[in-house]
């Protein structure tokens, strides 16, 4: 009895279905929604190969496409540009459209009645025994383009799930890299060293400024300038001149307690934030690093100097457990848990002064801020269709985001305005973005040239002793 064959037996129809791509060079990718909705424009981006979309992502991204949110409006984007491809040339939407970059784009609809065999199919079926699962009808339609041609099919998804079971099956996987940062970049290295003689130094630390073209420089780069071993003095790098850094003793707080800079990261940090002509600044640093605290201190200080008109406090809802909705109260109490550590950081700089006998408890500081709407804090979900004029923004957790998101929120900057992106790469909820190819370090990576914004990085945890032991031991 001869052995049965391995592939599957693709009836004449398949071309109609989209399963066999419009030649044989090129590699077919087949992408999953999560990277669609990641970035509408990766279309585009892989080069003179064959981009495969399976009806099924169409159908959930039909499912995404109402909602008021970055995901409903990729959703809308990707439909758009795909009614553009075929609505002049219907007959390629399986067959395949060609892109300027020498490759097609077209969409599958695996009919499994097409496939009149056998092994792979039969097993994948097995294996995958929740037929109406969109990620296993994803997976199979993978399968399917597989034996359909003979280029190598990748499956692109983000889902790292979905990964493992499609490579269970023997499909060929890879994440979205387009926008991935490297490594290095997202690890903190400490502040360079940059060697000048005494000098140069001496006059440095009076005149506050020394030129010295260093072309591997980053535009605004904090740096350590150093003669000697001991004599070092922090500096700011911007078009050949370090510039002295401009840190007040404390940040102001009139109605409550001001706050010292603690170490060399954090001095770095409010220089950058209380830089008028800085408007971008990110900050990756770990649990007790200081970065919300810092944040947030340093816009009330700008606020009460009048650099801005008020003050936005946000972060991204991407809850570690269940959702919003699971959770009791009106739409402010299902927030709160999530907008807590901004209170906690404004209780610290703004104790109450507890209760007087017989009276009830004092409204808390900024509580009257908050009536007047000198501080905003609220879900980023709220920020999209926005312009925010004059105000100064903090957004806490910002590695949850992705870079489309992250794009939005820079992008609704009007003038006057700063923007604070603080986060750690490490600590990231989001199943779909990682410490690569999140918000926060792409906004980092991309910004990193640009005059208008400064990145540094916080390594020492103030928290307390017992943070810092967890932060190094644990």
């Known amino acids: ?55 099924e992502v169409l159908s959930e991204l039909d499912r995404f496409k ?58 994948c079926r097995r294996i995958l025994t929740d037929h109406e ?19 190598k099919t ?13 490579r269970v099956l023997g499909l060929v996987c890879e994440d979205y890299q387009n926008d991935k940062v490297n490594q290095d970049e997202v690890q903190a290295h400490g502040f360079r060293r940059i060697s000048v003689e005494p000098n140069e130094l001496q ?66 940090l409010v220089d950058a934030l209380l830089n008028p002509d800085i408007k971008l600044v990110t900050c990756f640093g770990s649990a007790g690093t200081g970065k919300t605290l810092v944040g947030v201190a340093a816009a009330l200080h700008a606020v009460f100097q009048r ?23 009106d739409l402010e109490e299902k927030l709160r848990p999530w907008l807590q550590p901004i209170y906690d950081a404004l209780d610290y700089l703004m104790p109450s002064k507890g209760k007087k006998k017989g009276e009830g408890p004092e409204p808390h500081p900024y509580q009257e801020l908050i009536d007047s709407n000198t501080i905003e804090i609220e879900a980023l979900c709220y920020i999209r269709g926005r312009s925010i004029p004059n105000r100064f923004f903090v957004l806490d957790e910002a590695q949850q985001l992705s870079p489309l998101e992250a794009k939005t929120v820079v992008t609704r900057m009007s003038r006057g305005s700063k923007l604070v992106l603080i986060g ?31 990145h540094i990085s916080l390594e020492k945890v103030e928290r307390s002793e017992l943070a810092e032991a967890g932060a190094k031991l644990m």
């Open 203 to 268: 006059r440095f630390a009076s005149s506050r400024v020394l030129e010295m073209e260093i072309p591997e420089l980053s535009a605004n780069q904090y740096v350590l300038l150093e003669a000697g071993e001991k004599k070092t003095i922090p500096a700011r790098y911007l078009d050949g001149v370090f510039h002295k850094l401009a840190v007040p003793d404390a940040l102001k707080n009139p109605k409550g307690i001001g706050l010292k800079p603690l170490n060399l990261g954090q001095r770095c």
């Open 154 to 166: 990748i499956l692109v998804t983000k889902d790292l799930n979905m990964q493992l079971k499609a």
């Open 424 to 454: 750690d790469p490490a600590q990231i909820d989001n199943p779909y973005v990682d410490s690569r190819s999140n918000g926060l370090v792409y906004t980092r990576q991309k910004m990193a040239d640009s005059p208008i914004s400064a």
């Open 307 to 329: 650099d801005y008109t008020g003050i936005t406090i946000s972060r991204p809802v991407v809850p570690m457990g269940e959702g919003v909705g699971f959770l009791p109260g």
């Open 133 to 151: 699962k969109i990620d296993h009808r994803i997976i199979a339609c993978s399968v399917l383009i597989a034996d359909a041609n003979q280029g």
């Open 66 to 123: 109402n909602e008021q949110t970055d995901r409903g409006a990729s959703a809308r984007s990707v439909h758009r540009l795909l009614s553009t491809f075929f609505e002049e040339h219907p007959e390629e939407i399986t067959s395949g459209f060609k892109t300027e970059g020498g490759g097609t784009i077209r969409v599958v609809a695996a009919d499994y009645g097409l496939a009149r065999s056998k092994q792979k199919l039969a097993r």
């Open 1 to 55: 009895m001869s052995k049965a064959k391995e592939t599957l037996e693709i009836t004449p129809g398949t071309a109609d279905s989209g399963l066999k791509a419009p030649n044989k060079t090129g590699k077919n990718f087949v992408l999953d929604t999560n990277v669609l909705i990641h970035d509408p424009n990766c279309l585009f981006k892989f080069g003179d190969n064959h981009v495969c979309v399976p009806f």
